[in-house]
């Protein structure tokens, strides 16, 4: 299977896909559990109490996980000590 991004994908409505199993499985390596595909497609995404909702774009993984990404980059910036394998923004 080749590897896409979601910025691949047409725009329908105001987000930018639906994130399927399938995608989500692809872009993190795991399959979705419990609310995982409800947090990655949820239309409140970015508002109060939703600030863990959505897909990030650059990152290419749901925004809970892509938080946890950002945090170990900069602290491993901070500490002068990039890990291995670690996507960097």
Request: glycine share 8%; proline share 6%.
């Amino acid at each position: 299977m080749a590897h896409i991004m979601i910025s691949d994908l047409p725009e329908t409505g105001n987000m930018a896909v639906k994130i399927t199993a399938e995608y989500f499985e692809q872009a993190t390596g795991r399959k979705p559990e419990q609310d995982d595909l409800d947090r990655s497609n949820c239309p409140l995404a970015g508002r109060t109490f939703h600030d863990c909702c959505g897909w990030d774009d650059e990152l290419n993984l749901p925004v809970f996980e892509a938080m946890a990404v950002r945090l170990r980059n900069r602290l491993e910036k901070e500490r002068g000590r990039p890990g291995e394998g670690a996507a960097q923004v």
